[in-house]
């Protein structure tokens, strides 16, 4: 099937980033793990992680469940994946497939855990979230969960992020004709859409933090492997050049080749079947 519309827009938005996007971005911290098979009640047979990108949320389900299964439409984010996964020795339990959310590839009433980390926003909510409910087992657990940006560290630094985003946003408006837009969804939105569906007898949205070591190579990083940003640079143009050298001077100036304790924080929505 061939993406249509604003579909294959959300797609081609993390074409040809898979390395950066990796390279940067936190895993999935092991809080998930902990609250979504408490929330199950025992441990899951098949986690399913969709919107998976590069595996940095599925790989952590390896040896808590028996099958996990990344689901990723992007060509480039699942080829990195399935490039980690062979390196590897010990994820013999982890697979990854070409799929969309609202189209599963699995029998009904057949997944303990369905995951959305950082992604369930580029997703329509009300197919997805009928066609999660109709592959999770009775008593099995949705979960879409998002970091907070920028990680926390300093008010300085922060604001210099929150600027360079700011501006790659209104640049993309400029660059980007509206109908070749990724759709991005509000966030905010998540719960209301889990309640809403009908499909979940109890949802509930948990707040949690992580603590991470940076450098400032990988806090710039943060920032400059962002959708939107990178959406910019692959146009080709040139705009924000001097806006990314005077973000890692500042963040370089703080960090003084120092590896410092960065607080990622996260906000999980969470529907029980």
């Known amino acids: 099937m061939i993406p249509e519309g604003n579909l294959k827009s959300n797609i081609d938005r993390f074409t040809g980033y898979q390395n950066l996007y990796d390279k940067y971005r936190p895993e999935a911290p092991q809080a998930v793990i902990r609250i979504l098979t408490n929330y199950l009640g025992r441990r899951p047979s098949i986690v399913m992680d969709v919107g998976c990108g590069t595996g940095l949320s599925t790989f952590v389900w390896n040896g808590h469940a028996d099958q996990i299964i990344g689901v990723e439409p992007s060509d480039d984010m699942r080829s990195k994946a399935l490039e980690k996964a062979a390196e590897s020795s010990g994820d013999s339990g982890i ?64 604001h210099e ?4 985003i700011q501006k790659s946003d209104a640049l993309l408006k400029q660059l980007v004709e509206e109908n070749k837009q990724a759709v991005k969804r509000n966030k905010e939105e998540h719960l209301q859409h889990i309640q809403n569906s009908n499909a979940f007898r109890f949802a509930k949205e948990i707040v949690f933090h992580n603590m991470e070591p940076c450098d ?43 590896t410092l304790d960065v607080l990622f924080s996260y906000r999980m929505r969470l529907g029980v079947k």
């Open 95 to 158: 697979r990854f497939v070409p799929g969309y959310s609202n189209q599963l590839n699995m029998e009904s009433d057949s997944v303990d855990i369905i995951t959305c980390s950082q992604s369930f926003h580029w997703m329509e909510p009300s197919s997805t979230l009928q066609e999660f409910a109709r592959v999770l087992r009775d008593g099995g657990v949705f979960a879409a969960y998002d970091c907070d940006w920028p990680p926390t560290l300093t008010w300085t630094i922060e």
């Open 161 to 164: 992020y929150n600027k360079l």
């Open 216 to 258: 400032a190579e990988r806090y710039a990083g943060l920032a400059i492997s962002q959708g939107g940003l990178q959406t910019i640079l692959k146009q080709g143009s040139t705009a924000l050049d001097e806006d990314i050298v005077a973000f890692r001077s500042v963040v370089e100036a703080y960090f003084q080749g120092r």
